[in-house]
Structure formats: structure tokens, C-alpha cells
């Protein structure tokens, strides 16, 4: 059983820059895709970013592209996700997911494991 817990969530300004980390436990994840989805409140929970095993493809929503950026240390058993220049319509709680096997997709079926998601407000 993998066990993900999310952190760096809080409250940024426009324009301004965050770093969410996603730390596994329980077994090592290094062949395991991570991705990161979000949730607006109303809203169902979308996908962000994903990352393959071996952290060599990466693959981004239109609507961050060229703003975030997703990266992972398999030493460490953690994804990051580096927001910048970010937006109000970025608010949401983020969650992170571990998908151990198949294609990298950004399908919410293909991921295992959840964490508990950690809230992002960015103010206008």
C-alpha cells in the first residue's frame, strides 16, 4: 500500500509562485506514474500534470502549460509541482496520485493512490 501525503499548499498573491510536494510512503514509487489533479470548489477534480517513472515524459493541462512545472526525486519518494506566475483560477485544493502501472495518462481511473489534497488560494 502507498500512502501520499501533499504539502506547500497555502495563500499566494497573483502572479506569484508556489511549490507543492507530494511525499510517498509505504513502498517506493519510483516505476510508479505521479500525477497532480485539482479541484475548484463546485468543480470536479481535473488533471494538472503527470510524470512517468523514470521522470523523462511529462505531460500538461492546456491551462498551465508554460507555468508549472512537474518533477520528481525517486531518491526521496517525492513529486513536486513548481506553479509560477500564477492566477486566481489556479485556487483549488491539489491532490496528488500515484498510478503503478500501464500508459501515463491524465485519466483519473489510471492512478491507484490518492492523498489527502492541500489548498491552494491564490488572491487577485
Known amino acids: 500500500q502507498v500512502q501520499l501525503v501533499e504539502s506547500g499548499g497555502r495563500l499566494v498573491q497573483a502572479g506569484g509562485s508556489l511549490r507543492l510536494s507530494c511525499a510517498a510512503s509505504?513502498?517506493?514509487?519510483?516505476?510508479?506514474?505521479m500525477a497532480w489533479f485539482r479541484q475548484a470548489p463546485g468543480k470536479e477534480r481535473v488533471f494538472v500534470a503527470n510524470?512517468?517513472?523514470?521522470?523523462?515524459?511529462?505531460n500538461y493541462a492546456d491551462s498551465v502549460k508554460g507555468r508549472f512545472t512537474i518533477s520528481r526525486d525517486n531518491a526521496k519518494n517525492t513529486a513536486y509541482l513548481q506553479m509560477n506566475n500564477m492566477k486566481p483560477e489556479d485556487t483549488a485544493v491539489y491532490y496528488c496520485?500515484?498510478?503503478?502501472?500501464?500508459?501515463?495518462?491524465?485519466?483519473?481511473?489510471?492512478?491507484?493512490?490518492w492523498g489527502q489534497g492541500t489548498q491552494v488560494t491564490v488572491s487577485s
Open positions: 510524470i512517468s517513472g523514470g521522470g523523462t515524459y511529462t
Open positions: 496520485a500515484a498510478g503503478r502501472g500501464g500508459p501515463v495518462t491524465s485519466r483519473r481511473a489510471s492512478y491507484d493512490y
Open positions: 509505504g513502498r517506493t514509487v519510483s516505476t510508479y506514474a
